[in-house]
Each structure stands twice: as structure tokens, then as C-alpha cells.
């Protein structure tokens, strides 16, 4: 656990509440967390259910490996400590999201599943309903795919600490939605995901 | 200058784009940047500003010193390297929110002009609008009101690096809006504040 260190702090409490929120957006903020190896479509799915949610008149954002590391994760590598830290700050950035109001989609391989459980119980915690969302694929089919290279990179050497090949994943052990990402279409993928949020009240579409 | 420690990114572009935003919100995305001494009134004018824009059917959202130090910047003190920190983080996180399509009000001592320039030139070099509000309040002022006793405290020596008492406030040399908050109204503040974003065309009152 990471220590408070600044002191003479308290949260402020505004006029606008969350309920204010959710009748002014008619949704229910939360994050949606796609965890899985590099190229089990984490991203690909998040875009697609953007634009789904979008059509629904639902305000979602997007939050990214890729983008987040060019901006507040910058300082950051990819050793256990700074993915840690990388997960931690990502979390923290997605209560802030979900207190505004808005759907989360938070996407990174976050292959720890202590750094997952540890963003879970902050959203519990602050009563943010948190779906962690599995997108399973098997390393060969991640490493067939590997649109960027990095898979053969990594196995020549020139990348270390490549989740899957030379640094662990470990799977969820009871996400909220369980994705094969090898054997469904992206249209199934995203209709179970926006018929998990209908059920559970997230979303009520119109 | 932080460096760019991880490679092998690069920034993802979603369908939905930051024009389809505005549309969906009927805004435009904008930081307002409000820095002066603690107790100041940055946060009271926030706090009523975001109401006055909820009533106006925009969705606003406040970052403040004390709730984003209990949350991702737990692990920030009040040095001066700390605080540089502190700021770029919040800098980020304030266009993360503005990308999102959101008028977030970030209401920070941000004692360095350096730091609160930094920020200015990741929005500006985003393309996204930075209004930074100068809250301005004689030291005398503040320390009168000292809502939370910090001043007094400070001037006992229990508090280190305390802005105003033992660590310098740099005035902002040119804000986008100047408030003297020793006289004039809460009232009159929100107002400046609102007809700048109408003449600026960040916010359409319908």
C-alpha cells in the first residue's frame, strides 16, 4: 500500500451530487475494465463499444495503455514497480471519471492481478461500480496476430518484460465478463458488454 | 522536461472524435485554472461556478487540491520537486477530462509559474483552451479568514513550506481572468467568469 503523505487534507463535498450527475447524463458512471495480453483486442473492443454507447446517447471515454503513457504515465516504465504505479495512478484517474458521471473504458494488458483487485476494492470502497472485463485470447493467437511486432521483438530479445513471453499475465480469476476474443465476432463481444450494463442498471437504454 | 520513458507507444484515435463531443454536450471542453493562496476562494468560486453551469445544462467537473492528494497524488508532498509533480499530473488529468468534452475546474495553490506555464503549453499544444483565473487575495486577507487555521500554523513553524508564509506565490503575469476576491462578490465572480466562457464560445447559454 501506498502511504498518504501530504497532511491538512479533506475531500471537498460540492453542491452538485452524483445523483445530479446521473439525472443530468441518464447513466450511471463506472469503469469497464478490459484487461488481457497485447493484441487480445482490449482496445479494438473498447473503441467499438465507444461508438455502441455513443449511439445510445451514453457519454463514455476512453482511457489507454498507449495514450496514457504519453502523458501522465510518461515518467514511468515497465518494471513490476512502475506497472504497479502505472495501474494505481490509472485507477485513481478512473474514479475521477466515473464521480463525473461518465462509463470508463479502461484498457491495459494490467497483468497483476493484485494491481486489478487493488483498483476494485478502491472503486468499492468509494461505492463505483467497477466490471472487469477479461479478453481472453491464447498466446499463440496474440502472437500470430501481433500487428505492431512486438511479439517478435520481444522473443528475439529486444524488449524486455513482454507480458506473455518473458514476463507473467495473470488471469482473472472471476471477471464480471469473461470475453473469448479467438471465437466471438466484435459484435457479440460488445453486445454482451452493453447487455451486462442494461442488466445490472449502468445504462438504460431509451 | 520529464522524459518519455516507455517506447513502443503511440496514441490511439477512437471513432468518436472531440467534435462529436461537443455536439453530444453542447460545449467545448475547457480548463479553468484557478491559482492563488490557500484560502483565497478558489475552491468556494469552483464550487459555485460548477452550480451555475449545471443549471445551464453543462457539465463541469472539479479537481482540487485535497481530493486528488488523498487519490493519485497520495504519494506527493509539498516539496518543491513534489509539487512540480503534483501540478504536471493534474495537468494531465485536466486534459484527459477535456478530451473528454468536459469544462473541468482545477483549483490549485499552484504557487509556480513555471509549473501552471507547463500546463498551459500541453493544452495548448493539445489544441484544447486554458483559462487560467488569477483568484487574487492579499496575504493579510487570507490569513484573517485562515478557515482551517493552516496560516496560524504555519506561522508557528508546524507547517513547512507553507505558500505565502515559508514558500513563495508566484503571481501569474497575464491570467485570461484576474478576480480580486477581497472585493468583489462570489456572485460577481461566477459572472466574470461565465460571460468570458460565452465570449470565448467554450459554453452556448441557451
Known sequence: ?????????????????????????????????????????????????????????????????????????????????????????????SKLFVDAGLLVLSSFISPYRADRDRVREQHRDAGFDFIEIHVDCSLETAEQRDPKGLYKKARAGQIKNFTGINAPYEEPESPEIHLHSDRMTLAEEVETIVNYMKDKGIIHID
Chains 1, 2 share one sequence.
Open 1 to 93: 500500500m501506498i502511504r498518504q503523505k501530504a497532511t491538512h487534507v479533506h475531500w471537498h463535498h460540492g453542491n452538485i451530487s452524483r445523483a445530479d450527475r446521473h439525472r443530468f447524463l441518464r447513466q450511471k458512471g463506472a469503469t469497464l475494465w478490459f484487461t488481457g495480453l497485447s493484441a487480445s483486442g482490449k482496445s479494438t473492443i473498447a473503441v467499438a463499444l465507444e461508438e455502441a454507447l455513443y449511439e445510445r446517447g451514453k457519454l463514455s471515454y476512453r482511457l489507454d495503455g498507449d495514450n496514457i503513457r504519453l502523458g501522465i504515465n510518461r515518467n514511468l516504465g515497465f518494471s513490476a514497480e512502475d506497472r504497479t504505479e502505472n495501474i494505481r495512478r490509472i485507477g485513481e484517474i
